[in-house]
């Protein structure tokens, strides 16, 4: 018989989401051993309120083994009181402050594949998201001390180190699945080069570390199967043509596939499996390497991600979302693969579970400072998150790890303090932005604060020209 937990409470922040909402519905809808109510907040309340139709909806249908209520409010307040869990998944700012983070830099011959966590679009992105991040923070320690706080916004090292910032007593980890796809990647390869079918990416056994979509894996195993002399022989064969395999998708069909060239290259650069996708791998590098032009990307075969195609897709999930609550279109329940329904699961004792997740670095991670946000293996347990020793990255590697770690504690002081002198200190640092002067530097960085200065309140702006 399975044992249930009945009465569990997730304020769900982001709650009009057509993404990661609709996903959490689905991976709630088919765990039948927790049941309860979801509050949906987010700043559009009508879109909070069509997922509370689309979400309430699922409870009707036969196959639907989880039974959870879904109330849209219109506080912080009224979704936090009482919370046990508190779900964090928002868009900081809209698609036009994304549009400049991600394309203003091409003016100056700087590209980006993603622009969410590094790079010029990542910092500027961080710059606007901080306060937001710092309120929540807050209403968290008023009104839900005591929840645990499940964080999937980006850039997501530096959301979750605002959370502790604000509130160090928060429990407050940040999930990301790019581990994931190297573990489906690792999959593949043992079903390429071996012939094992069907190999499940959980039963790949990995040791993770580093920063959010900058992890690495020195450790990585399957049936007691050491796969790094493999994942050598898997690099060498596919490096020049790249790998797309069952698990990996179609970099010219998908703007968030790749062909794994970068990951390939970064193994016989440094001989540790690099564990993000290329997209996001690729940003963290100067980008010489990788994100010279756009021939040069199509040459390593990942995709630059347009803001307009974003755009496009939000219209089209916006009509989606607008047939589910109408009962124009049946509500798909798909697993998304995620493990957020998983880990509340077992902090609420029902089983164990080991995943990568981002928190504040107490020793799990040597060579790195204390207290600044890494990301490892977890133990999950009943009302316990508690980090994994991972071991410490080889030299040139950390050393990587660490101008990106220095570069975000800047640009979180500069936020908390509205320092434009600090935030562009840090601006210049990044690798991305190497091929500048600090002068054309300095010229990126006015422009893309002045497009986004609605979200900077504190912070003096002089008119610029786009």
Same mark, same amino acid.
């Given at each position: 018989?399975?044992?249930?937990?009945?009465?569990?409470?997730?304020?769900?922040? *982001?709650?009009?989401?057509?993404?990661?909402?609709?996903?959490?519905?689905?991976?709630?809808?088919?765990?039948?051993?927790?049941?309860?109510?979801?509050?949906?907040?987010?700043?559009?309340?009508?879109?909070?309120?069509?997922?509370?139709?689309?979400?309430?909806?699922?409870?009707?249908?036969?196959?639907?083994?989880?039974?959870?209520?879904?109330?849209?409010?219109?506080?912080?307040?009224?979704?936090?009181?009482?919370?046990? %869990?508190?779900?964090?998944?928002?868009?900081?700012?809209?698609?036009?402050?994304?549009?400049?983070?991600?394309?203003?830099?091409?003016?100056?011959?700087?590209?980006?594949?993603?622009?969410?966590?590094?790079?010029?679009? /990542?910092?500027?992105?961080?710059?606007?998201?901080?306060?937001?991040?710092?309120?929540?923070?807050?209403?968290?320690?008023?009104?839900?001390?005591?929840?645990?706080?499940?964080?999937?916004?980006?850039?997501?090292?530096?959301?979750?180190?605002?959370?502790?910032?604000?509130?160090?007593?928060?429990?407050?980890? /940040?999930?990301?699945?790019?581990?994931?796809?190297?573990?489906? =990647?690792?999959?593949?390869?043992?079903?390429?080069?071996?012939? %094992?079918?069907?190999?499940?990416?959980?039963?790949?056994?990995?040791?993770?570390? *580093?920063?959010?979509?900058?992890?690495?894996?020195?450790?990585?195993?399957?049936?007691?199967?050491?796969?790094?002399?493999?994942?050598?022989?898997?690099?060498?064969?596919?490096?020049?043509?790249? %790998?797309?395999?069952?698990?990996?998708?179609?970099?010219?069909?998908?703007?968030?596939?790749?062909?794994?060239?970068?990951?390939?290259?970064?193994?016989?650069?440094?001989?540790?499996?690099?564990?993000?996708?290329?997209?996001?791998?690729?940003?963290?590098?100067?980008?010489?390497?990788?994100?010279?032009?756009?021939?040069?990307?199509?040459?390593?075969?990942?995709?630059?991600?347009?803001?307009?195609?974003?755009?496009?897709?939000?219209?089209?999930?916006?009509?989606?979302?607008?047939?589910?609550?109408?009962?124009?279109?049946?509500?798909?329940?798909?697993?998304?693969?995620?493990?957020?329904?998983?880990?509340?699961?077992?902090?609420? *004792?029902?089983?164990?579970?080991?995943?990568?997740?981002?928190?504040?670095?107490?020793?799990?991670?040597?060579?790195?400072?204390?207290?600044?946000?890494?990301?490892?293996?977890?133990?999950?347990?009943?009302?316990?998150?508690?980090?994994?020793?991972?071991?410490?990255?080889?030299?040139?590697?950390?050393?990587?790890?660490?101008?990106?770690?220095?570069?975000?504690?800047?640009?979180?002081?500069?936020?908390?303090?509205?320092?434009?002198?600090?935030?562009?200190?840090?601006?210049?640092?990044?690798?991305?932005?190497?091929?500048?002067?600090?002068?054309?530097?300095?010229?990126?960085?006015?422009?893309?604060?002045?497009?986004?200065?609605?979200? =900077?309140? /504190?912070?003096?702006?002089?008119?610029?020209?786009?």
């Amino acid at each position: 018989m399975v044992k249930q937990m009945k009465d569990v409470q997730i304020a769900y922040i *982001g709650g009009g989401s057509r993404g990661w909402a609709w996903g959490l519905m689905s991976d709630l809808a088919m765990e039948e051993s927790i049941s309860g109510t979801v509050k949906l907040y987010d700043i559009n309340y009508e879109a909070a309120k069509q997922n509370e139709t689309i979400g309430n909806r699922l409870r009707e249908r036969d196959e639907v083994v989880g039974q959870w209520n879904y109330e849209a409010v219109k506080t912080l307040k009224e979704a936090l009181t009482g919370a046990d %869990f508190v779900i964090i998944s928002i868009l900081p700012g809209t698609f036009l402050e994304m549009k400049s983070d991600v394309h203003t830099p091409e003016q100056f011959g700087v590209y980006q594949s993603v622009g969410d966590t590094v790079g010029p679009g /990542g910092m500027v992105r961080a710059l606007r998201t901080i306060p937001l991040f710092v309120e929540i923070a807050n209403e968290i320690k008023e009104h839900s001390p005591n929840a645990w706080v499940i964080n999937y916004t980006n850039p997501m090292s530096l959301c979750t180190r605002t959370l502790y910032h604000v509130f160090p007593e928060i429990k407050a980890f /940040g999930c990301c699945h790019e581990v994931f796809g190297t573990q489906k =990647l690792l999959a593949s390869m043992l079903e390429d080069l071996e012939g %094992f079918e069907k190999v499940k990416r959980s039963d790949i056994k990995v040791n993770v570390l *580093g920063i959010n979509h900058f992890t690495w894996i020195d450790r990585a195993s399957y049936q007691n199967i050491n796969l790094l002399p493999l994942y050598e022989k898997f690099a060498d064969q596919y490096y020049e043509s790249g %790998f797309e395999g069952r698990n990996t998708g179609n970099w010219m069909n998908d703007h968030f596939s790749s062909a794994q060239r970068v990951k390939f290259d970064l193994f016989k650069k440094f001989g540790i499996i690099a564990a993000a996708g290329d997209r996001h791998l690729a940003e963290f590098m100067p980008n010489t390497w990788y994100l010279q032009s756009p021939e040069k990307v199509r040459e390593w075969k990942f995709s630059l991600t347009p803001v307009d195609w974003r755009m496009e897709r939000g219209k089209e999930l916006y009509e989606k979302g607008r047939r589910l609550a109408n009962g124009e279109e049946s509500f798909v329940l798909n697993a998304t693969g995620e493990e957020g329904v998983q880990m509340i699961k077992a902090i609420l *004792g029902l089983g164990d579970i080991i995943s990568n997740v981002n928190l504040p670095n107490k020793g799990q991670m040597a060579g790195m400072p204390e207290d600044v946000i890494v990301e490892t293996n977890a133990v999950f347990g009943h009302n316990s998150v508690q980090p994994i020793v991972s071991g410490k990255l080889p030299t040139p590697v950390n050393n990587m790890v660490l101008r990106h770690i220095h570069i975000q504690e800047m640009t979180l002081q500069a936020a908390i303090q509205c320092d434009k002198q600090l935030a562009l200190s840090a601006f210049r640092q990044d690798p991305l932005l190497s091929s500048l002067t600090p002068e054309e530097a300095e010229e990126l960085f006015e422009k893309m604060l002045f497009n986004t200065k609605s979200y =900077l309140p /504190g912070w003096e702006f002089e008119t610029v020209k786009n």
